[in-house]
């Protein structure tokens, strides 16, 4: 994840499709900074890199509703040592949650969203930002 060349290399490699790059809306804050985007057998890819902390940020939507959360997320687990964190859900029709990655010393956020009937809709990997200091709320 520290470098998102990695997923172009594999893109190149596996002669995934070259889609254009993502419009910026004039006016808009820039808050990241978009890499390519691809497309292969019934999956997007788009890669962007966080201005605010330089975090990398892969992210892979499925198009084609076969994949089933509870076999991702079991092949992720055999894998490298993945953590849930927090359900993230603000929609009744599509489950969010995210999960910690550990790979060695490394750390990676997985966020996976997932339909009402267990296919999954989109799976991000990103960096994981350092924790930020908590100093409590202010007095009144």
Not at 66 to 93: C, G, H, M, W, Y
Not at 118 to 131: D, F, Q, V
């Amino acid at each position: 994840m520290d470098d998102l060349g990695k997923v172009e290399v594999m893109a190149r490699e596996n002669n995934w499709i070259t889609l254009p790059p993502t419009p910026v809306r004039p006016g808009a804050p820039r808050l990241v900074e978009h890499g390519p985007n691809w497309s292969a057998n019934g999956f997007f890819v788009h890669t962007w890199l966080w201005l605010d902390g330089k975090l990398p940020t892969c992210f892979v939507g499925l198009r084609r509703a076969n994949a089933n959360r509870d076999e991702f997320v079991e092949a992720i687990s055999s894998l490298v040592e993945l953590k849930f964190i927090r359900d993230t859900s603000v929609l009744p029709q599509l489950r969010q949650e995210q999960y910690e990655i550990s790979i060695g010393p490394t750390k990676l956020q997985l966020s996976t969203a997932t339909k009402n009937d267990g296919t999954m809709a989109s799976a991000r990997i990103s960096k994981a930002a350092p924790a930020l200091p908590y100093y409590g709320l202010p007095d009144r």
